[in-house]
């Protein structure tokens, strides 16, 4: 008899044979498998193991009852529920058990799996989604398995708002209460969860009457609550999930009409909002002050839930909620990674401390463009800085590729472009890297001595390419900057967060931190350097902002610190006449 | 609401006609059934045809025949199961006639025939059909000659009968899990079945009926095909020594002596007056 049955409801899931392989790969207890195929039959098929079980309905009967089916056979003290395109860590059994309470509801930290990419004969790479063509040359593609899980993000918290809409609870891990291995969370995704399986049936926790699918992470992390126990996320081992979100044929396997989701936010309303959930000993208000402030609950919500006066409104209009991929998660996905080289080889084999990430519309001249890129390359050789490069148009530039065929030139794209680099890269110091700076190796030699504050490089010279002008003052510029990579993804993150909401504006500006106009969240202090030599801001006509060669053109010249000109030479580069002559 | 009338589970381990009995069974059943075949550790070749009224289980390794069975009827949705070996035929309607006299505490079991398995015919055979079985004094169930034969037993289409054989048997799911059916742990993976059934069934008040309504032919296995299970010794003394226990107390929910079962059925072939004083007094 087993410890642990790892249930698995399948319908035309055509990783569910790599799913189970990469469990029995990981195992270390004494867990057994039981999948059921809900009305397909899995193709590949599924090898025989004596560890694993399998069920096959003719007609699909819905993924709660076919998760019931599979905990009907389980004979083990604990059932862990997991959806059908997940790999895991090694051990994550053991991990998940050693940490258990018979009265939890545990999921372990959930990221994101890359499982595999479509590529054609040419070897044009397409990050996983609908299948088709490829999107440079037109040649058919076939299916590249990778079956990865990514560095991130990693989603330990959760909460639904009060419609109750499943939502990822970022805001929650950075509280007090959020820290430690093993933290509470309100909600639940609902890909992977484990509980007894005495509870399993106690609860009820998989009921029929929520409808084939919906509101799966809701039900068991509100039924676990409510009775008197706790949902936890165990941080000391994770799993991977794919996410399918795009429709066509990587769309959501159960047909899910917006009118059964209803059904199930009205089933879940009616038990959990009126409280009458025979099960429960708890109200809902509970949780909910328990968690509090939590997202997409007003004040007013809360008192009125606690008053048992609460009413619904309109519910929106989002048809799978916790099929959705965790925000951070978003940007990327709609990007395409080209991988030039194996995850972990950064250039000095070790992981490096430092790194660079490079961005372009990748529709700068040339001309400009390839020197640019030769001198970033040549100092990430020289000093072993990993280059992630996160373009419009797919390049052969770094350790790592995103690029995004689909996005149109403009600073939101600019700001998207930023946060795949960032989450791609895995250094932990950043230095940005744009299309049109000839960077200074000298640049490269600073360390960030906070890792709560943004570095701006000030030594920067901006050069006319038209006569060899040149120009200095001090100045912030998102060109120069250099952060701890943590920080400045999260601060990215919110920024684009605002951009969808708001729009994107000069108010905001483009580097974080120099002033004070936006008040964010995630608040970071400013810093400067000075780096023994120069960079050089290369003005060419194709520049996204204007330039100013004229003090009197400056509204504040108190900004105006260190003002120089030169129509002869910049310290470290030679003569400016020589410069334009090689970016011409 | 069941969305079925019965739920027929099929155990089967290295079974060559299996497609045949299941093809039998979903041409032959007249009501709402599903059929549930449980592969205990192998995968038949070739495949099992698809049907939307058969689901099937399959194990990764051979778990036995009980908790086969266990596991078919952990996911049936019927109101009845019947359990059938996996080499059986079935006469037209069996299904709708077996549900229209079931009480909720009978087990009931068809009139059986002999199967020709291979040209899926009646053997004719003068011993068949059996109707009847009795449990020998030594708790062995055997087919009742003098019963089966009896011109005017024949005319009762309903009737008790002591003991069967177990290759089918039909009652309410709920029943299976009064009758805490199937005990793996005191009767191991094989051996016993009708004796762990029946005999709960009559000592805690329920009744083993025939149904001569209906038939099945059962093809009774020879060393030619070999059994899908290999037995070992250890499992067939358990199971021997769980039925064994039936002479004192059988089962926790037991209500009537074993005694009493044979003076219902008395005279029966092999157990003398002072046999059944014996065991009433437990001294057998």
Same mark, same amino acid.
């Given at each position: 008899?087993?410890?642990?049955?790892?249930?698995?409801?399948?319908?035309?899931?055509?990783?569910?044979?790599?799913?189970?392989?990469?469990?029995?790969?990981?195992?270390?207890?004494?867990?057994?498998?039981?999948?059921?195929?809900?009305?397909?039959?899995?193709?590949?098929?599924?090898?025989?193991?004596?560890?694993?079980?399998?069920?096959?309905?003719?007609?699909?009967?819905?993924?709660?009852?076919?998760?019931?089916?599979?905990?009907?056979?389980?004979?083990?003290?604990?059932?862990?529920?997991?959806?059908?395109?997940?790999?895991?860590?090694?051990?994550?059994?053991?991990?998940?058990?050693?940490?258990?309470?018979?009265?939890?509801?545990?999921?372990?930290?959930?990221?994101?799996?890359?499982? #595999?990419?479509?590529?054609?004969?040419?070897?044009?790479?397409?990050?996983?989604?609908?299948?088709?063509?490829?999107?440079?040359?037109?040649?058919?593609?076939?299916?590249?398995?990778?079956?990865?899980?990514?560095?991130?993000?990693?989603?330990?918290?959760?909460?639904?708002?009060?419609?109750?809409?499943?939502?990822?609870?970022?805001?929650?891990?950075?509280?007090?209460?959020?820290?430690?291995?093993?933290?509470?969370?309100?909600?639940?995704?609902?890909?992977?969860?484990?509980?007894?399986?005495?509870?399993?049936?106690?609860?009820?926790?998989?009921?029929?009457?929520?409808?084939?699918?919906?509101?799966?992470?809701?039900?068991?992390?509100?039924?676990?609550?409510?009775?008197?126990?706790?949902?936890?996320?165990?941080?000391?081992?994770?799993?991977?999930?794919? #996410?399918?979100? +795009?429709?066509?044929?990587?769309?959501?396997?159960?047909?899910?009409?917006?009118?059964?989701?209803?059904?199930?936010?009205?089933?879940?309303?009616?038990?959990?909002?009126?409280?009458?959930?025979?099960?429960?000993?708890?109200?809902?208000?509970?949780?909910?002050?328990?968690?509090?402030?939590?997202?997409?609950? &007003?004040? /007013?919500?809360?008192?009125?839930?606690?008053?048992?006066?609460?009413?619904?409104?309109?519910?929106?209009?989002?048809?799978?909620?916790?099929?959705?991929?965790?925000?951070?998660?978003?940007?990327?996905?709609? %990007?395409?990674?080209?991988?030039?080289?194996?995850?972990?080889?950064?250039?000095?084999?070790?992981?490096?401390?430092?790194?660079?990430?490079?961005?372009?519309?990748?529709?700068?001249? =040339?001309?400009?463009?390839?020197?640019?890129?030769? +001198?970033?390359?040549?100092?990430?050789?020289?000093?072993?800085?990993?280059?992630?490069?996160?373009?419009?148009?797919?390049?052969?530039?770094?350790?790592?590729?995103?690029?995004?065929?689909?996005?149109?030139?403009?600073?939101?794209?600019?700001?998207?472009?930023?946060?795949?680099?960032?989450?791609?890269?895995?250094?932990?110091?950043?230095?940005?890297?744009?299309?049109?700076?000839?960077?200074?190796?000298?640049?490269?030699?600073?360390?960030?001595?906070?890792?709560?504050?943004?570095?701006?490089?000030?030594?920067?010279?901006?050069?006319?390419?038209?006569?060899?002008?040149?120009?200095?003052?001090?100045?912030?510029?998102?060109?120069?900057?250099?952060?701890?990579?943590?920080?400045?993804?999260?601060?990215?993150?919110?920024?684009?967060?605002?951009?969808?909401?708001?729009?994107?504006?000069?108010?905001?500006? #483009?580097?974080?931190?120099?002033?004070?106009?936006?008040?964010?969240?995630?608040?970071?202090?400013?810093?400067?350097?000075?780096?023994?030599?120069?960079?050089?801001?290369?003005?060419?006509? %194709?520049?996204?902002?204007?330039?100013?060669?004229?003090?009197?053109?400056?509204?504040?010249?108190?900004?105006?610190?260190?003002?120089?000109?030169?129509?002869?030479?910049?310290?470290?580069?030679?003569?400016?006449?020589?410069?334009?002559?090689?970016?011409? | 609401?069941?969305?079925?009338?019965?739920?027929?589970? $099929? =155990?089967?381990?290295?079974?060559?006609?299996?497609?045949?009995?299941?093809?039998?069974?979903?041409?032959?059943?007249?009501?709402?059934?599903?059929?549930?075949?449980?592969?205990?550790?192998?995968?038949?070749?070739?495949?099992?045809?698809?049907?939307?009224?058969?689901?099937? $289980?399959?194990?990764?390794?051979?778990?036995?025949?009980?908790?086969?069975?266990?596991?078919?009827?952990?996911?049936?949705?019927?109101?009845?199961?019947?359990?059938?070996?996996?080499?059986?035929?079935?006469?037209?309607?069996?299904?709708?006639?077996? &549900?229209?006299?079931?009480?909720?505490?009978?087990?009931?079991?068809?009139?059986?025939?002999?199967?020709?398995?291979?040209?899926?015919?009646?053997?004719?055979?003068?011993?068949?059909?059996?109707?009847?079985?009795?449990?020998?004094?030594?708790?062995?169930?055997?087919?009742?000659?003098?019963?089966?034969?009896?011109?005017?037993?024949?005319?009762?289409?309903?009737?008790?009968?002591?003991?069967?054989?177990?290759?089918?048997?039909?009652?309410?799911?709920?029943?299976?899990?009064?009758?805490?059916?199937?005990?793996?742990?005191?009767?191991?993976?094989?051996?016993?079945?009708?004796?762990?059934?029946?005999?709960?069934?009559?000592?805690?008040?329920?009744?083993?009926?025939?149904?001569?309504?209906?038939?099945?032919?059962?093809?009774?296995?020879?060393?030619?095909?070999?059994?899908?299970?290999?037995?070992?010794?250890?499992?067939?003394?358990?199971?021997?020594?769980?039925?064994?226990?039936?002479?004192?107390?059988?089962?926790?929910?037991?209500?009537?002596?074993?005694?009493?079962?044979?003076?219902?059925?008395?005279?029966?072939?092999?157990?003398?007056?002072?046999?059944? /004083?014996?065991?009433?007094?437990?001294?057998?």
């Amino acid at each position: 008899m087993s410890d642990l049955s790892i249930l698995i409801p399948a319908r035309k899931e055509m990783f569910l044979a790599k799913t189970i392989e990469d469990i029995l790969q990981n195992i270390e207890g004494d867990t057994e498998v039981i999948a059921v195929m809900d009305g397909y039959w899995a193709d590949p098929p599924i090898p025989q193991h004596e560890r694993v079980t399998l069920i096959h309905n003719p007609e699909s009967i819905g993924q709660r009852a076919a998760t019931n089916q599979a905990a009907k056979l389980s004979k083990a003290k604990y059932i862990m529920k997991c959806d059908a395109h997940c790999a895991f860590e090694k051990g994550f059994d053991v991990k998940m058990m050693s940490e258990m309470h018979d009265d939890w509801t545990m999921a372990p930290v959930m990221k994101n799996l890359h499982a #595999f990419d479509w590529v054609c004969p040419d070897g044009h790479r397409r990050y996983q989604g609908p299948s088709g063509p490829c999107q440079d040359c037109g040649k058919p593609t076939t299916r590249d398995i990778l079956w990865q899980a990514k560095r991130s993000p990693n989603s330990v918290s959760y909460c639904f708002d009060s419609a109750p809409h499943f939502q990822y609870f970022g805001e929650f891990s950075k509280r007090p209460e959020g820290q430690g291995d093993i933290t509470a969370s309100m909600s639940l995704q609902g890909s992977c969860w484990m509980l007894t399986r005495d509870k399993y049936w106690k609860l009820g926790i998989c009921d029929e009457n929520f409808g084939s699918w919906g509101s799966q992470g809701i039900e068991v992390a509100v039924k676990t609550w409510l009775s008197g126990g706790k949902v936890m996320v165990n941080h000391k081992t994770w799993y991977a999930h794919m #996410f399918r979100t +795009q429709g066509g044929d990587f769309g959501f396997p159960y047909p899910i009409s917006g009118s059964d989701q209803e059904k199930a936010k009205r089933y879940a309303r009616d038990l959990f909002f009126n409280n009458n959930w025979p099960k429960q000993v708890l109200p809902l208000s509970w949780l909910v002050e328990k968690f509090w402030p939590v997202k997409g609950w &007003t004040e /007013e919500d809360l008192v009125k839930l606690k008053a048992n006066t609460f009413k619904f409104g309109a519910l929106g209009s989002d048809i799978k909620p916790a099929e959705s991929e965790p925000l951070e998660d978003k940007l990327p996905f709609e %990007g395409i990674i080209y991988q030039a080289l194996p995850e972990d080889s950064g250039p000095t084999g070790d992981k490096s401390i430092k790194g660079i990430i490079y961005y372009t519309d990748c529709q700068l001249d =040339p001309k400009i463009a390839e020197p640019v890129r030769e +001198q970033i390359l040549k100092i990430s050789e020289e000093k072993g800085l990993p280059i992630v490069s996160a373009t419009l148009k797919k390049m052969d530039f770094g350790v790592k590729n995103i690029h995004f065929p689909s996005l149109k030139k403009g600073y939101p794209a600019m700001f998207k472009q930023i946060i795949a680099a960032l989450e791609h890269s895995k250094s932990d110091i950043i230095f940005f890297c744009e299309h049109d700076i000839l960077y200074h190796p000298s640049h490269f030699d600073f360390t960030p001595p906070d890792k709560d504050t943004f570095y701006y490089n000030q030594n920067v010279w901006f050069l006319r390419t038209s006569d060899g002008h040149a120009l200095h003052y001090d100045v912030n510029q998102l060109s120069g900057l250099c952060g701890y990579r943590e920080a400045l993804l999260t601060h990215f993150r919110e920024r684009y967060e605002m951009i969808l909401k708001e729009g994107f504006s000069r108010r905001m500006g #483009f580097e974080p931190m120099t002033h004070h106009r936006i008040k964010w969240q995630n608040d970071y202090k400013l810093g400067t350097w000075i780096s023994e030599y120069p960079n050089i801001d290369i003005r060419h006509p %194709g520049n996204l902002t204007g330039q100013r060669w004229k003090k009197e053109q400056f509204r504040n010249k108190k900004l105006l610190v260190n003002w120089q000109e030169s129509d002869d030479e910049i310290p470290g580069w030679g003569k400016t006449k020589e410069l334009i002559k090689k970016l011409s | 609401m069941t969305p079925y009338d019965v739920s027929i589970l $099929i =155990p089967a381990r290295n079974e060559i006609f299996l497609q045949h009995t299941i093809t039998d069974l979903l041409t032959k059943a007249e009501g709402s059934i599903e059929v549930i075949a449980i592969l205990d550790g192998y995968w038949p070749s070739p495949q099992l045809i698809n049907d939307v009224r058969l689901k099937i $289980i399959h194990r990764g390794h051979s778990q036995g025949m009980r908790a086969a069975i266990n596991a078919g009827a952990a996911i049936a949705k019927g109101k009845y199961l019947l359990k059938s070996d996996a080499h059986c035929m079935f006469a037209p309607g069996f299904d709708k006639i077996l &549900t229209e006299q079931c009480d909720k505490n009978w087990v009931v079991v068809p009139r059986r025939f002999s199967l020709d398995p291979e040209k899926w015919e009646l053997i004719d055979n003068p011993k068949y059909p059996i109707d009847y079985m009795y449990l020998s004094n030594d708790l062995h169930g055997v087919p009742w000659n003098e019963k089966n034969k009896d011109p005017e037993l024949k005319k009762k289409l309903i009737d008790e009968t002591m003991s069967n054989q177990g290759s089918v048997w039909f009652m309410a799911k709920d029943y299976f899990h009064e009758l805490e059916l199937m005990d793996e742990t005191s009767y191991g993976i094989f051996w016993n079945e009708f004796q762990e059934i029946g005999l709960k069934c009559w000592l805690s008040g329920g009744r083993v009926m025939v149904n001569k309504k209906t038939w099945y032919a059962h093809w009774h296995k020879t060393n030619e095909f070999g059994r899908g299970y290999s037995l070992s010794g250890g499992e067939q003394s358990k199971a021997l020594a769980a039925v064994d226990r039936w002479k004192t107390m059988g089962w926790h929910k037991q209500t009537l002596p074993l005694s009493w079962l044979i003076e219902r059925f008395f005279p029966v072939p092999s157990w003398t007056p002072e046999l059944i /004083e014996a065991v009433s007094s437990n001294k057998l």
